[in-house]
T-cell receptor, first 114, second 112 residues
Framework: EAQVTQNPRYLITVTGKKLTVTCSQN?????MSWYRQDPGLGLRQIYY???????DKGDVPEGYKVSRKEKRNFPLILESPSPNQTSLYFC????FGQGGTEAFFGQGTRLTVV | GENVEQHPSTLSVQEGDSAVIKCTYS??????FPWYKQELGKGPQLIID?????GEKKDQRIAVTLNKTAKHFSLHITETQPEDSAVYFC???????????FGSGTQLTVLP
């Protein structure tokens, strides 16, 4: 079954404690991205990756890091989480295609930073 | 960059009625406009998309229209059912860019 898998689904952490949210896709997609979803703001892109070892900032990259060492994995790293990073996070992947293609989303990770 | 505005933020309709959600975009180079449905506790899922060389697309009870001149596009759901209740997001992307810019979402509630 084609899917994007995120872990963990729920996470409560304390300010300043480094954490990683994992994302894996089994569709051999080149493009992967991370979004955060906040009430009234929709989905905002944090970082994206066009392929292995190619990453770039999205609209709200401050406080986040990513890496793309393998095509299927795209972890999101919060080196020093702060309460304003409390949010619902989604990983997504898509293939390259003329004029845009469907993005497949993971189930989401609800992060609370206290 | 692209800016996508979506209205309304909440919409309640009676079962069987139609629902319309509207979005506007700012980047005239945008040429791909998908709509996503997000059910409670799940990630967004594509329900329909339209490209700029098409003015309308329909899939059963769902249709999307695009007006490139006015830079707006709309989602139409006919004969609504309780299972249509969800958050709907519009989005836009330009050229070969894979960066989707999303609207702020519409909470649709279908009342039995």
């Amino acid at each position: 079954e084609a899917q994007v898998t995120q872990n963990p689904r729920y996470l409560i952490t304390v300010t300043g404690k480094k954490l990683t949210v994992t994302c894996s896709q089994n569709m051999n997609h080149e493009y992967m991205s991370w979004y955060r979803q906040d009430p009234g703001l929709g989905l905002r892109q944090i970082y994206y990756s066009m392929n292995v070892e190619v990453t770039d900032k999205g609209d709200v990259p401050e406080g986040y890091k990513v890496s793309r060492k393998e095509k299927r994995n795209f972890p999101l790293i919060l080196e020093s989480p702060s309460p304003n990073q409390t949010s619902l996070y989604f990983c997504a992947s898509s293939s390259f295609g003329q004029g845009g293609t469907e993005a497949f989303f993971g189930q989401g990770t609800r992060l609370t930073v206290v | 960059g692209e800016n996508v505005e979506q209205h309304p933020s909440t919409l309640s309709v009676q079962e069987g009625d139609s629902a319309v959600i509207k979005c506007t975009y700012s980047d005239s180079a945008s040429n791909y406009f998908p709509w996503y449905k997000q059910e409670l506790g799940k990630g967004p899922q594509l329900i329909i998309d339209i490209r700029s060389n098409v003015g309308e697309k329909k899939d059963q009870r769902i249709a999307v229209t695009l007006n490139k001149t006015a830079k707006h596009f709309s989602l139409h759901i006919t004969e609504t059912q309780p299972e249509d209740s969800a958050v709907y997001f519009c989005a836009g992307a330009s050229g070969s860019a894979r960066q989707l810019t999303f609207g702020s979402g519409t909470q649709l509630t279908v009342l039995p």
